[in-house]
């Protein structure tokens, strides 16, 4: 009932939930496990306790609150959701009517459980906060896992070069068997000091140059290698902090290494109007739906078992998304 490690997530029983006016009732079939869930269960982001954690999932209209008789929502249709109301790891679910998103036909739902965080969120990156053209180098981090291997699909697409890094030689399978080459996959496992190795082999491939982009969800131990990596005018997209959040920076930083674009952004802000959650949503489960986007499910887990999902996510090993089953 307080904040801690993976041990502090217990599997308990409480009574059904009932949809409030304007939420349906989900019954997932999969749920999503993201790296804010671990924030939220550690204390990096401040939550009331006791907690149920998770946001994300997908699953079957099981009823529908007050006021949606005719919103076009029915019983059984198939929806997935990024914000739960009650809280994702469970068997039942509210979720906000006007923030869900009606599946394609023929999306498999495990699949559709793995986007709805990971998949708009490498969407609004690489193609609003910093929207990446042919012709330029960009720098991805953690390029084999969730939002990586979905946001590393869609920097190729572009036409951009793409260098990835992982955290071991094992995971670089997935970007080899996209296109990239070899010699652009940097295995961070090799580094021995990452602040000056990893700049340096991103400016030996851009001709001294560094890159125009760097998307980084490591946060804390990548930081500074993030800062040398860019180029004069480059953008700094710093999305998350699965090492650790950064420490408080001294904006002349961004000054001494050539004028830097730093930005901080979030999920939330990018889907604030249904809108704009539509129209995400449509391009990425669509592109899902017609086999254009691969979705890697890395692992499952029976829902009882989030304490040993959180642990597996932490310890770096995975790849790809990370599922609990009901
Ligand atoms: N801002 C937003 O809107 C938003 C939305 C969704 C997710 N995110 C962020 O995106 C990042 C990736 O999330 P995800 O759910 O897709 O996870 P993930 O990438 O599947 O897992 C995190 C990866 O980070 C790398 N990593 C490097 N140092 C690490 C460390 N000390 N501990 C753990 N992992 C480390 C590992 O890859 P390698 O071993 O290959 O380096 C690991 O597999 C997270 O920071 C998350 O908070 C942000």
């Known amino acids: 009932m307080r904040p801690g490690g993976h041990e502090v997530l217990k599997y308990v029983t409480l009574p059904d939930p009932t949809p409030g006016p304007g939420e349906l009732l989900v019954k997932p079939t999969a749920i999503g496990v993201n790296f804010i869930d ?5 204390g ?14 997908a699953g079957e209209i099981a009823a529908l609150g007050q006021g949606l008789e005719d919103s076009g929502y029915e019983v059984g249709q198939k929806v997935a959701y990024a914000e739960s ?12 009517a006007a923030r869900a998103i009606l599946l394609p036909p023929g999306l498999d739902l495990k699949v559709a459980a793995a986007l709805p965080m990971q998949g708009l969120t490498a969407d609004y990156l690489v193609r609003s906060t910093f929207p990446v053209k042919a012709g330029q ?24 070069r793409l260098i990835a890094t992982v955290g071991d030689a094992a995971k670089a ?45 490591i946060g804390k131990d990548t930081f500074k290698a993030s800062l040398a990596s ?14 650790g959040q950064v420490p408080p920076l001294d904006p002349q930083e961004l000054n001494a290494h050539g004028s830097l674009y730093l930005t901080r952004p979030t999920l939330a802000d990018y889907v604030a109007t249904r809108e704009e959650l539509v129209e995400r949503a449509e391009r990425v489960f669509g592109a899902a739906a017609r086999g254009e986007l691969t979705v890697k499910i890395g692992q499952e887990f029976p829902l009882e078992q989030a304490a040993q999902a959180h642990a597996a996510l932490e310890s770096r090993a995975t790849t790809g998304k990370l599922l609990l089953i009901p």
Do not use: C, N, W
Not at 85 to 96: F, Q
Not at 194 to 216: I, N, S, Y
């Open 38 to 42: 671990t924030y939220r269960r550690s």
């Open 44 to 57: 990096v982001y401040q939550v009331p306790f006791p907690h149920v954690p998770g946001t994300e999932g």
């Open 137 to 160: 180098d960009v720098l991805l981090y953690a390029a084999a896992g969730g939002v990586g291997s979905l946001a590393a699909q869609m920097i190729h697409e572009t036409g951009a």
């Open 85 to 96: 109301v009650t809280g994702g790891y469970a068997e039942l679910v509210r979720v906000d």
């Open 173 to 217: 399978a997935s970007l080899t068997a996209l296109g990239v080459p070899s010699g652009d996959v940097l295995v961070l496992g090799t580094m021995r000091d990452l602040a000056t190795d990893l700049p340096k082999a991103v400016k030996d491939r851009t001709g001294g140059r560094g890159v125009h982009v760097v998307f980084d969800g």
């Open 230 to 243: 860019l180029r004069r005018r480059g953008t700094l997209v710093l999305f998350g902090g699965a090492s």
